[in-house]
């Protein structure tokens, strides 16, 4: 490869997209702790991981709790996917999406901690036109290589 790194094969603008993947990692780390606080002021302990409405009055709050943390883990590994794979082609493009879909988890999580699940959409819901935009920038990434001469 010569002298060339792979740091300068990479658009310029990738740094944005290497940051909000860092920042939703952070966001991660915080909806983790708050299920932990969950779990000691609602008593549901490990390894349980979900609250029995029959054994626990609090059941459906730490469940709210936990589902929140659940779902952006589950969601994780496609915003990865796609933020850093679209990021290659449209990094600008690609971070701005990628921390609306950052923020609107924090809202997502936050509203579905309240245990009333429906408060997690007003601002949430915004995540997954946030992850449509990014699909759209990573099918870009894919037919420009494609049509590569």
């Known amino acids: 490869m010569g002298s060339s790194s792979v740091v300068e094969l990479l658009p310029k603008d990738y740094g ?11 966001l991660n780390f915080f909806m983790a702790f708050q299920v932990g606080k969950a779990r000691k002021k609602y008593k549901v302990f490990y390894p349980t991981m979900y609250a029995s409405e ?3 009055k609090d059941a459906k709050v730490f469940n709210c709790v936990q589902r929140g943390h659940q779902n952006s883990l589950e969601m994780m590994p496609l915003f990865f996917v796609f933020l850093l794979l679209g990021g ?12 609306l879909y950052t923020v609107s988890r924090y809202f997502y ?9 429906q408060k997690r959409l ?26 590569r001469a």
Not at 16 to 26: K, W
């Open 16 to 26: 944005y997209v290497v940051l909000v993947a860092a920042l939703y990692s952070f």
């Open 109 to 117: 999580f936050k509203g579905y901690s309240t245990g009333d699940p």
């Open 88 to 99: 290659l082609r449209h990094p600008c493009i690609s971070a701005a999406l990628g921390l």
């Open 54 to 56: 029959s054994d626990n």
């Open 122 to 147: 007003p601002i949430g819901g915004y995540g997954f036109l946030a992850l449509m935009g990014l699909i759209v920038c990573t099918i870009s990434f894919g037919v420009t290589l494609l049509l």
